[in-house]
T-cell receptor
Framework: KAGVTQTPRYLIKTRGQQVTLSCSPI?????VSWYQQTPGQGLQFLFE???????NKGNFPGRFSGRQFSNSRSEMNVSTLELGDSALYLC?????????FGEGSWLTVV | GQQVMQIPQYQHVQEGEDFTTYCNSS?????IQWYKQRPGGHPVFLIQ?????EVKKQKRLTFQFGEAKKNSSLHITATQTTDVGTYFC?????????????FGKGTLLTVNP
């Protein structure tokens, strides 16, 4: 069974731009969650989707948004990028309480 | 909101020594999970504890969930170089935030061969 797939793996953006990250969950998993990982703050919860509905949201500004499609694939978008948005963005899918992380998308904002 | 604290932040050991990381939550948890992240990798699920006072073992790893379901520990016996990585605990709250997994900041373990 294929794991969680995230694209792109690496990207560099300029301050003020926007970015869209994509996540394909494990087949059969309907829950997708997103996390931001930085050296200083660790793993921080962004949001979680189940059957195209956002069930929970972390404490991030409105520049961070997401959505889930009918095939459970998910995207997250960050608008008006700031230098502090540079991080590893991890997507995870789950069936039950166990979550499985993708390899992440490394975003650098310059 | 719910906070999960983890100590120590870093731990360096000689190969063969034991290692323990501790996790404390500000609120009661419905369950606690442990993850390992190798350098440059992504977090990988290790185990989930659900019951108060639960103890689980995986080879040299022993996981405990506190009686009050607010703290947990991971103990590694006789560390090996393959144990290097950051160990995270994470928990779901027992209230309305069952879909939000809160992570501790992790303990980075390095092992000197």
């Amino acid at each position: 069974k294929a794991g969680v797939t995230q694209t792109p793996r690496y990207l560099i953006k300029t301050r003020g731009q926007q970015v869209t990250l994509s996540c394909s969950p494990i087949s059969g998993h309907r829950s997708v969650s997103w996390y931001q990982q930085t050296p200083g703050q660790g793993l921080q919860f962004l949001f979680e989707y189940f059957s195209e509905t956002q069930r929970n949201k972390g404490n991030f500004p409105g520049r961070f948004s997401g959505r889930q499609f009918s095939n459970s694939r998910s995207e997250m978008n960050v608008s008006t990028l700031e230098l502090g948005d540079s991080a590893l963005y991890l997507c995870a899918s789950s069936s039950g309480n166990t979550i499985y992380f993708g390899e992440g998308s490394w975003l650098t904002v310059v | 909101g719910q906070q999960v604290m983890q100590i120590p932040q870093y731990q360096h050991v000689q190969e063969g020594e034991d290692f323990t990381t501790y996790c404390n939550s500000s609120t009661t948890l419905s369950n606690i999970q442990w993850y390992k992240q190798r350098p440059g990798g992504h977090p990988v699920f290790l185990i989930q504890l659900v019951k108060s006072g639960e103890v689980k073992k995986q080879k040299r790893l022993t996981f405990q969930f506190g009686e009050a379901k607010k703290n947990s520990s991971l103990h590694i016996t006789a560390t090996q170089t393959t144990d290097v990585g950051t160990y995270f605990c994470a928990g779901y709250g027992s209230g309305g935030s069952n879909y939000k997994l809160t992570f501790g900041k992790g303990t980075l373990l390095t092992v000197n061969p």
